[in-house]
């Protein structure tokens, strides 16, 4: 079985900090990574994935995440956040052959 | 035009009325998806499709039903609706390709109220 835990439900960060949104996971077997975005009154989209390939991946807008499995997280970071980035940020698991588990989910608050 | 469509965006129904929510979908993807989103517990899969002929139930399936009538179109119904099924429902595809790590693209949501 596969599971996501997101710790914080509400980050503020000041315009131009560093933006970390954590993400630990649960799989019984090697798991699929995802971080997915929703802007508000909109459908969610694909940040980045990981697929067991390299570690630190790389997304869109400037954010990225490292999988770590000793630590069994996959944080989301982004060196200097933009008033663009207030939004809620999921993370997600799967593994081959399985369903989608998202996380709880972090809203994200930009502040000017 | 939106690759993934949803209709109606907005519904507010009464409790024991039979809803349907529509997705539609130009992207040629096989594979379909029903997520209910609810403040504080994220998404959930309602009911999955890996083709026209394939429906599966995801972790909440009690209380909905789905249909897949072509590969393009995959419709939710809630057959006696009920207050604790007011959410937001998202549809999603996925093209063919290694189950479980395949991009999922979303439609806009649909907002059910149920009095």
């Known amino acids: 079985a596969q599971s996501v835990t997101q710790l914080g439900s509400h980050v503020s960060v000041s315009e131009g900090a560093l933006v970390l949104l954590r993400c630990n996971y649960s799989?019984?077997?090697?798991?699929?990574l995802f971080w997915y975005v929703q802007y508000p009154n909109q459908g969610l989209q694909l940040l980045l994935k990981y697929t067991s390939a390299a570690t630190l991946v790389k997304g869109i807008n400037g954010f990225e995440a490292e999988f770590k499995k000793s630590e069994t997280s996959f944080h989301l970071t982004k060196p200097s956040a933009h008033m663009s980035d207030a939004a809620e940020y999921f993370c997600a698991v799967s593994a081959i052959g399985n369903q989608f588990y998202f996380g709880t989910g972090t809203s994200l608050t930009v502040i000017p | 035009d939106a690759d993934v469509t949803q209709t109606p965006r907005n519904r507010i129904t009464k409790t024991g009325k039979r809803i349907m929510l529509e997705c539609s979908q130009t992207k040629g993807h096989d594979r379909m998806y029903w997520y209910r989103q609810d403040p504080g517990l994220g998404l959930r899969l309602i009911y999955y499709?890996?083709?026209?002929?394939?429906?599966n139930k995801g972790e909440i399936s009690d209380g909905y039903s789905v249909s897949r009538q072509a590969q393009a179109k995959f419709s939710l119904s809630l057959e006696s609706a009920i207050p604790n099924q007011t959410a937001l429902y998202f549809c999603a595809t996925s093209d063919r390709g290694l189950a479980g790590a395949d991009t999922q693209y979303f439609g806009p949501g649909t907002r059910l109220t149920v009095l």
């Open positions: 499709s890996f083709d026209v002929k394939d429906i």
């Open positions: 799989s019984s077997v090697p798991p699929y």
